[in-house]
């Protein structure tokens, strides 16, 4: 089973500044790397699939980038509404995994 | 609009089986494959399992394989979760989720494992 490790854990960042946020697989996933945001009570909300494409409807201050084993999620100027928790997901196989997730939260 | 409500979910003793439900509406059933993600409370997210379009490949979590079944059933646009021998560990709350990345996801059905 691949192991998905994401940093940090939490993250304290002002509003309108920028927010990156790493996620590393155990073992090469190619570009077969998706986040996630989630806020409490709520179903997740798919924000990037393919490493790096934004889904329907997600701004563009959310970006992704990587290969292999290292990816980022950057968010360019935080809004208020962007403050959640942010989980990568591997889907090289069928056995897909989740990291542990990053709370973004207000500095 | 695409919908995906899942159901079965309460409070089983340890041991015992649960069966989950998720009925799919709004697209193309059979064009999709389907997940099951669950989150214990206060937790993060766990992929269970997934299934494709055509039951032809399916996959399982390390932690629930051999003890959980996914199937679906194209013709009534449903997806099912059978747990066997359930755990305290497995309490959670259970989405479905549609796609190979999804989408789209149900507001989930919890399972409470205890005696």
């Known amino acids: 089973e691949i192991v998905m490790t994401q940093s940090p854990a939490t993250l304290s960042v002002s509003p309108g500044e920028r927010a990156t946020l790493s996620c590393r697989a155990s073992q090469s996933v190619s570009s077969n790397l998706a986040w996630y945001q989630q806020k409490p009570g709520q179903a997740p909300r798919l924000l990037i699939y393919?490493?790096?494409t934004r889904a329907t409807g997600i701004p563009a201050r959310f970006s992704g980038s990587g290969s292999g084993t290292e990816f980022t999620l950057t968010i360019s100027s935080l809004q208020s509404e962007d403050f959640a928790v942010y989980y990568c997901q591997q889907y090289n196989n069928w056995s897909r995994t989740f990291g542990q997730g990053t709370k973004l939260e207000i500095k | 609009e695409v919908q995906l409500v899942e159901s079965g979910g309460g409070l089983v003793q340890p041991g015992r089986s649960l069966r989950l439900s998720c009925a799919a509406s709004?697209?193309?059933?059979?064009?999709?494959?389907m997940h099951w993600v669950r989150q214990a409370p206060g937790k993060g997210l766990e992929w269970v399992s997934g299934?494709?379009?055509?039951?032809?490949?399916?996959g399982y979590a390390d932690s629930v394989k051999g003890r959980f079944t996914i199937s679906r059933d194209n013709a009534k646009n449903s997806l099912y979760l059978q747990m066997n021998s359930l755990r305290a560990e497995d309490t959670a709350l259970y989405y479905c989720?549609?796609?190979?990345?999804?989408?789209?996801w149900g507001q989930g059905t919890l399972v409470t494992v205890s005696s």
């Open positions: 393919g490493a790096s």
């Open positions: 299934i494709s379009w055509n039951s032809g490949s399916t």
């Open positions: 989720a549609k796609g190979e990345v999804s989408q789209h």
């Open positions: 709004g697209f193309t059933f059979d064009d999709y494959a």
